[in-house]
């Protein structure tokens, strides 16, 4: 074998296009199958060269991807996917030739041509993402549409430093957003001193630290590609050291722009050999308080009037021990705002992080009076969807810009206000956005609560519309004896084979709603029901199953009402774990002519009808209670 490299059984099955059971039965059943020349018992390694002589031999060798092949060899490759990686990348940048003698010397062809056909620094990203994909655990990315956000918040600099780059996402944005700050939609609007630029509008010189020295190689090389093909010269200059540990050197510049996503709840980040360090101007952070050495050396790095963007977690605008230096960032006027993020904007993603926007005083007579704060999740409703990300991110910026302009931004309840820097520099410094901002419901006036009401009084008495002993959906008779009105049946399965249905997975199907679709949760709660006219076109997800009658041979509420049976959930439910779970083909329906299912039918609608209006006047309740309680108590709404 040329190359030494070696595959485990789940690349073996990537090669073939197959689940790794198949890759089990070849082992047993075929004699001449490659034996293991590594690993361990439990995750054998085999012969790379072998095995794809093998799988070309049997006629079971997939046709991969340019992409897919090379991830093969990197992957393989004796000194592991990362430092390959890396070879591969200097290969694509022009600083080293693969030889023959090379290990990847295998690749080399295919990654000349996915280098003509995506450009070098398109290919170099594709690997890289496929290099983290293959080891999710190791690192915290940030995610490309939050990483763009920073770099827009910052705006537009000559000069741009994340002192702990990680693979440099951020700085990649900042290169990314050139052609964004050189039609003006970039710039900040404010009074930052963020100086020129180069030449394509965007950064001349980009600055990274890294302590881990294959991501600051990584992160070296995706800059160096990214900003090749750029017009203009921009320099790349990524270090693996640590940065609050190392002592920039006298010469070390200033930059316009820190955009930093750091590590978080450090506790040995060097907290008693920093003691009398110079960048604590606001103040020594406590052991605890990693973050807040992060911030206060991203301001150290800014030459006057420059901007920091920091993504940080929730707990560092509230914890006790950070409450002297939040304090003195306001009162210098560093801390310009405070905005939280959705959950889901970075890791970890249950956790809705803030963005910390700074800027190094420059001396500015009365510079920082007012801080903004914004929730950009607040102000929905309680279980109310969040917007699309980029409506969120556009709110975002628009508020910073005509805060950092000095204009007026409008007061939103529960999403955005400007406070007095005075107004918070109490006993706890506590700066969480949602303290702060006026809960979104309270003030509500008399009119918003009159169409509450209204809608209040409708929602009730369609409910008691529909109880009535003459209503269809409730008829007043004795019910039957049970098993006196048994109905012949098909299960959901059989009723597929001829053509009746058709049952989609979200775990299998990439499947879109339509009108008349039959959904059921397949775990958990929750109840069948139809999609009705209007609500269609959205995209199957977990832990659903979509049913999708023939309008010809089945209703669809005829299908929905029978599901809901608890005796037909009951007998098609397994429990082999600690929630159930519902295998839909053994559900049942009766065999019924359809004039007879569209009598069903409309049984189960209206008491499907019945069952949302008792939710919804629940929700209403509740939503008018609580605007009377604010309203009395904040004298919006007059006793009388």
């Known amino acids: 074998m040329s190359d030494g490299a070696e595959v485990t059984a789940a690349a073996i099955a990537r090669l073939a296009g197959v689940g790794r059971a198949a890759v089990s039965n070849w082992r047993r059943r075929y004699t001449d199958f490659p034996r293991p020349v590594g690993g361990t018992e ?22 991969a991807p340019l992409r897919e092949q090379v991830r093969r060899r990197l992957e393989s490759a004796p000194e592991g996917h990362g430092p390959a990686l890396v070879r591969a990348g200097e290969h694509l940048a022009g600083l080293r030739e693969l030889l023959n003698t090379d290990p990847l010397a295998e690749a080399r062809g295919a990654l000349d041509r996915m280098m003509r056909e995506t450009g070098p620094a398109a290919a170099f990203e594709q690997l890289l993402a496929d290099y983290f994909e293959a080891n999710p655990r190791q690192h915290t990315l940030t995610p490309e549409p939050t990483a763009a956000l920073m770099a827009r918040l910052a705006g537009p600099g000559e ?80 270090r693996t050291e640590d940065a609050l540990r190392t002592e920039p050197p006298a010469d070390a510049p200033l930059v316009a722009a820190v955009l930093c996503h750091p590590p978080y709840n450090e ?19 406590a052991r605890t308080e990693s973050e807040l050495a992060w911030v206060q050396h991203a301001l150290a790095r800014l030459r006057p009037g420059g901007t920091a963007v920091l993504l940080l977690p929730p707990a560092v605008a509230a914890r006790r021990t950070g409450r002297r230096v939040r304090a003195a960032l306001l009162r210098k006027g560093a801390l310009r705002a405070l905005l939280a993020l959705p959950p889901g904007a970075a890791a970890p993603h249950s956790l809705p992080l803030h963005l910390w926007v700074l800027r190094k005083p420059d001396g500015a007579a009365d510079a920082a009076s007012r801080l903004l704060l914004m929730d950009a999740a607040g102000g929905r409703t309680e279980g109310a969807e969040p917007p699309p990300w980029e ?60 169409s509450v009401r209204a809608e209040l009084k409708r929602t009730l008495r369609r409910t008691l519309d529909l109880t009535a002993t003459d209503d269809p959906a409730l008829p007043d008779r004795q019910p039957a004896a049970p098993g006196s009105a048994a109905l012949p049946e098909a299960t959901v399965g059989e009723l597929a084979r001829t053509g009746a249905l058709e049952v989609h997975l979200a775990t299998a199907d990439p499947v879109t709603t339509v009108p008349g679709d039959v959904v059921i949760p397949v775990q958990g709660r ?83 009808e019945f069952e949302a209006a008792l939710r919804r006047v629940g929700e209403l309740g509740g939503e008018f209670v609580q605007g009377m309680f604010d309203g009395l108590a904040d004298g919006t709404v007059p006793p009388a």
């Open 42 to 63: 439990a995750s054998p390694a085999f012969s790379l060269a072998d095995v794809e002589s093998w799988l070309r031999d049997h006629g079971k060798l997939a046709e």
């Open 159 to 238: 000069s741009v430093l994340d002192p702990a780059c990680g693979s440099a996402e951020l700085l990649a944005a900042s290169a990314a957003g050139a052609a964004d700050a050189s039609d003006g939609t970039g710039a900040s609007g404010g009074t930052g001193a963020s100086g020129g630029t180069g030449a394509s509008g965007g950064p001349a010189a980009l600055y990274g630290q890294e302590t881990d020295p294959l991501l600051a190689r990584l992160a070296a090389l995706r800059l160096t590609l990214r900003t090749a093909s750029a017009p203009g010269r921009c320099a790349v200059d990524v």
């Open 267 to 285: 506790r040995n980040w060097g907290h008693d050999e920093l003691a009398y360090d110079p960048r604590w101007a606001y103040g020594l952070p």
């Open 391 to 450: 409506r969120t991110a556009a709110a975002v910026l628009a508020a910073w810009r005509a805060h950092d302009a000095g204009e007026s931004v409008p007061e939103q309840p529960g999403v955005c206000a400007t406070l007095p820097v005075i107004d918070l520099l109490d006993e706890e410094v506590d700066l969480s956005p949602a303290r702060h901002l006026l809960p979104s419901g309270t003030g509500t006036d008399a009119a918003a609560l009159a």
């Open 526 to 608: 929750g109840a069948a029901y139809v999609v009705a006219e209007g609500e269609g076109g959205v995209r199957l997800g977990k832990p659903l199953c979509l049913l999708r009658p023939d309008p010809a041979a089945l209703d669809a509420w005829f299908v929905a009402g029978f599901l809901r049976s608890t005796a037909n959930t009951r007998q098609a439910s397994s429990y082999a774990s600690s929630s159930s779970r519902i295998d839909v083909r053994r559900l049942r329906l009766p065999r019924l002519p359809l004039e007879r299912q569209r009598a069903y039918g409309e049984h189960f609608r209206l008491l499907a």
